[in-house]
């Protein structure tokens, strides 16, 4: 199954469930997403199989006796919460991080710059390839590239990101 989340500041948008459609047709889940995301006026939205959403934001931590397992790092208005296998920036974003430097990742994965300003990033033509150790290295130097600051990694949990201005909290 793919998960989803498309927001502004705090909406969710949900994905479909895997199916044929997500292997065979992933246009189909590009124009999906795109659409969700101008629809909703996201900033960042993004599809991910369920295993890699996991392992980039799943833990244990020890509370007294008990043991608490949960999400973290899924609140966009805290930071982008990584990269998936597909990804959507908004213009805010795409402002941010500069389109020289996001045109300079099409080695890396597909970018396609939208007519209306956003900005679509693919890792892998299925969703089943987002898991393969080459992707998720041509995630993490995408995330390298365009600023560690901004991403939220499980290996360091309570760090602050770095958000636009104009998607602060006022």
Request: aromatic share 10%; hydrophobic share 40%; proline share 6%.
């Amino acid at each position: 199954m793919e998960r989803g989340i498309a927001t502004r500041q705090t909406g969710d948008v949900a994905a479909p469930q895997r199916s044929a459609m997500a292997s065979d047709r992933p246009e189909l889940l590009e124009q999906l997403l795109c659409d969700a995301c101008r629809t909703a006026h996201a900033e960042y939205g993004f599809v991910a199989m369920d295993q890699d959403y996991r392992i980039k934001h799943f833990q244990s931590v020890k509370e007294g006796v008990s043991e608490v397992q949960q999400y973290v790092g899924d609140n966009p208005e805290h930071g982008i919460p990584g990269l998936y296998w597909m990804n959507f920036f908004g213009p805010v974003y795409v402002d941010y991080f500069g389109k020289e430097e996001l045109a300079s990742l099409r080695d890396r994965a597909d970018v396609v710059f939208l007519d209306d300003g956003p900005v679509y990033l693919r890792f892998g033509r299925r969703p089943e390839d987002s898991d393969a150790p080459a992707t998720l290295e041509q995630q993490r130097a995408v995330i390298r590239i365009l600023g560690d600051a901004a991403f939220f990694d499980l290996r360091d949990p309570t760090r602050k990101l770095e958000v636009p201005a104009a998607l602060r909290p006022r």
